[in-house]
């Protein structure tokens, strides 16, 4: 699961020279990348009941299952212990070619059912993280979008001015 985040048209600037862009573009990606990564690895507070009420029966065949096998913990008053691996696993990626965009993904396996993902992804959010606050990533980047423009443009300004 993944989503990216670039930068055009910096080149039109005529006074920068293209090693300037582009550690002006390395700079600026990074501190959206650490931004978003920042945000998504926080893990929302669980929803008391939300699975009991929303789990598909395969969904909690499942979830029993690991419980036996010793994969996954349950706690008799809470539920599911988390373990915070997914929200770790948040990592970013550049482009090479001149710093155009970085990819953020998080490979963790149960990433998909807990933010969701892209259209072309075949694994969804499911009900009861949904319910629990875990947000989908496609509403997430449409909802912070002004905000990862708006430090795209702080990194650029002050790189300008220095």
Do not use: C
Not at 26 to 43: C, G
Not at 117 to 136: C, H, I, L, M, V
């Amino acid at each position: 699961m993944a989503f990216r985040i670039s930068i055009k048209n910096l080149e039109s600037l005529g006074f920068l020279n293209p090693d300037q862009i582009k550690e002006i573009k390395r700079k600026a990606l990074e501190s959206a990348a650490l931004w978003s990564i920042n945000r998504l690895a926080v893990a929302p507070q669980k929803a008391v009941g939300a699975f009991t009420r929303l789990a598909t029966p395969v969904q909690r065949r499942a979830y029993w299952a690991r419980v036996g096998a010793g994969k996954i913990r349950h706690d008799p008053n809470s539920g599911y212990v988390r373990t915070g691996d997914t929200i770790r696993k948040w990592t970013y990626t550049k482009t090479e070619n001149r710093y155009k965009r970085v990819t953020i993904a998080n490979k963790a396996p149960g990433a998909p059912y807990l933010y969701g993902a892209p259209e072309d992804y075949p694994k969804t959010q499911t009900a009861f993280n949904r319910a629990s606050g875990w947000p989908r990533i496609d509403e997430w980047q449409a909802e912070n979008k002004q905000k990862l423009e708006d430090v795209i443009n702080d990194v650029i300004q002050r790189e300008i001015k220095k």
